[in-house]
């Protein structure tokens, strides 16, 4: 069986049918996996959204996750598979901070179309991330949480494949990180070398690295073979020479073969085990017919 899809990866069904995948074999590390010291500052600047019921406020001023669920459990994984163990806490797409009072985000994250009020009812939080193999970092300090006003900029269209972003102003100056550094006019090169950072299936962040341009004639977006999951909608896609933004991961298209999902809750990103009767990581494999690819929008689309 074939499945067309026009995916937005985050867990709202807008349009088509919506998956989410890794390409061959799951290259996806955690932050303490990642080696260079570069990369790990940019991580700094990358960062998810939380509905704020799920946040709580302490008395020392710090914030704590509130729902804290085994992705194993939350999803019903077969033995094996990867982050199996770590917690999804609840988290929503992913974004990146462009100035110390702008973030960058895919626009369907914020759209009304989606979410009412989305800035009312959600904290921007930073550093939500493995601190080892088995330490979840579940307390976040003042700084590492913030709220917006409201979205500075927002282009979406549910029935488009063109843009897709947003720019939020935060309601106050991030200080304690760097906005990242991001391409101001041309495109990137034809099969060059990308990464992407971000928050998938509301787990700590993760890289997808040693990745590449798969298509790039469309003036509004490239196509690659980035791994994610539902949650990386808005993530930042680096060129992995410059470590510039290149551009904001929003969706992916074309067709993957053998699909199937025994439970309707599960949107994308796993494909059902009939023989184990669990869930599995949804997987790309060109021998096996599938097309796959996903898209990021070209960050020159956007005029700050």
Do not use: W
Not at 201 to 214: A, C, E, F, T, Y
Not at 279 to 296: F, I, P, W
């Amino acid at each position: 069986m074939f499945k067309k899809l026009l995916l937005y990866l985050f867990p709202v069904l807008i349009a088509g049918e919506a998956f989410a995948l890794v390409f061959e074999k799951d290259k996806r590390l955690d932050f303490y996996e990642i080696q260079n010291p570069s990369i790990q500052e940019l991580a700094k600047s990358v960062f998810t959204f939380i509905p704020k019921a799920n946040l709580t406020k302490r008395s020392d001023g710090q914030f704590e996750f509130s729902n804290r669920t085994a992705l194993k459990d939350a999803v019903g994984l077969c033995p094996g598979e990867p982050f199996a163990e770590q917690f999804s806490v609840g988290t929503r797409c992913s974004g990146f901070l462009i100035e110390s009072g702008l973030g960058v985000t895919a626009g369907h994250c914020v759209s009304p179309v989606a979410v009412k009020n989305f800035c009312e009812n959600y904290y921007i939080i930073f550093d939500h991330r493995m601190t080892s193999q088995n330490q979840t970092q579940i307390i976040l300090s003042e700084n590492s949480v913030h709220e917006c006003i409201k979205p500075a900029k927002l282009v979406f269209d549910p029935n488009s494949s063109s843009d897709d972003y947003a720019v939020l102003k935060f309601s106050k100056l991030v200080k304690d990180r760097k906005p990242l550094k991001y391409r101001k006019s041309g495109k990137i090169a034809d099969s060059e070398k990308i990464f992407m950072l971000g928050f998938p299936r509301g787990l700590p962040q993760k890289i997808s690295p040693d990745r590449n341009v798969l298509g790039n004639g469309d003036p509004s977006f490239f196509s690659t073979n980035l791994d994610c999951f539902h949650g990386n909608s808005g993530s930042p896609v680096f060129n992995a020479k410059t470590l510039d933004v290149e551009g904001i991961f929003v969706r992916g298209q074309g067709d993957i073969p053998n699909n199937n999902s025994a439970d309707p809750r599960i949107i994308g990103d796993f494909t059902f085990d009939e023989t184990q009767k669990c869930h599995r990581t949804l997987v790309c494999k060109k021998s096996e017919g599938c097309t796959a690819t996903m898209d990021a929008n070209r960050i020159t689309r956007i005029k700050f």
